[in-house]
T-cell receptor
Framework: TQLLEQSPQFLSIQEGENLTVYCNSSSVFSSLQWYRQEPGEGPVLLVTVVTGGEVKKLKRLTFQFGDARKDSSLHITAAQPGDTGLYLC????????????FGKGTHLIIQP | SQTIHQWPATLVQPVGSPLSLECTVEGTSNPNLYWYRQAAGRGLQLLFYSVGIGQISSEVPQNLSASRPQDRQFILSSKKLLLSDSGFYLCACRGPGPSGGYTFGSGTRLTVV
């Protein structure tokens, strides 16, 4: 059973369109992180959300943490080819040294 | 800021051969360090983590082992590789604070043939 379910698994859209990807769980998390990974590289942290209902913006990317801290969404406005990549959500199951648990990711392709 | 160095970038090894992947960290001391494996369709799987020299916790029983001989060095090893050990191996370091983000290395693509 996957602790973090990401949807859609694959998404291919045209440049300039808007999109939203989702990260859902039945568990409550103290915080949740979003990463972006390009082929052959390690994931790069985009944002950490901590408070239920929190909204954070990073240029054209808007991240929201659900009120109950069980889910999160990433919305991209006016997508650019440079946004292409694998978007991963991840959460810490506890406050200790345990590593992050990752979703399987959304493969996003923005076509020019 | 923290920087993770991993090598080699790619590796092709025969079944039954040994493995040693090295990871070193710059820009921090006494970091929590992690080894992940990323396989197609399975996402990132936590293999080992370490909170200090000589301290290793294993998350998944398997053909691999890890060691931390120095504060900023983390090594992933195997005595005899299996085909199922193929994958993309990533070393990571955790940032400060309870919600600290992770910094990843650029990974090693291992193909066991």
């Amino acid at each position: 059973t996957q602790l973090l379910e990401q949807s859609p698994q694959f998404l291919s859209i045209q440049e300039g369109e808007n999109l939203t990807v989702y990260c859902n769980s039945s568990s409550v998390f103290s915080s949740l992180q979003w990463y972006r990974q390009e082929p052959g590289e390690g994931p790069v942290l985009l944002v950490t959300v901590v408070t239920g209902g929190e909204v954070k913006k990073l240029k054209r990317l808007t991240f929201q943490f659900g009120d109950a801290r069980k889910d999160s969404s990433l919305h991209i406005t006016a997508a650019q080819p440079g946004d292409t990549g694998l978007y991963l959500c991840a959460a810490l199951l506890g406050g200790g040294a345990d590593g992050l648990t990752f979703g399987k990711g959304t493969h996003l392709i923005i076509q020019p | 800021s923290q920087t993770i160095h991993q090598w080699p970038a790619t590796l092709v090894q025969p079944v039954g051969s040994p493995l040693s992947l090295e990871c070193t960290v710059e820009g921090t001391s006494n970091p929590n360090l992690y080894w992940y494996r990323q396989a197609a369709g399975r996402g990132l799987q936590l293999l080992f983590y370490s909170v200090g020299i000589g301290q290793i916790s294993s998350e998944v029983p398997q053909n691999l082992s890890a060691s931390r001989p120095q504060d900023r060095q983390f090594i992933l090893s195997s005595k005899k590789l299996l085909l199922s050990d193929s994958g993309f191996y990533l070393c990571a370091c955790r940032g400060p604070g309870p919600s600290g983000g992770y910094t990843f290395g650029s990974g090693t693509r291992l193909t066991v043939v």
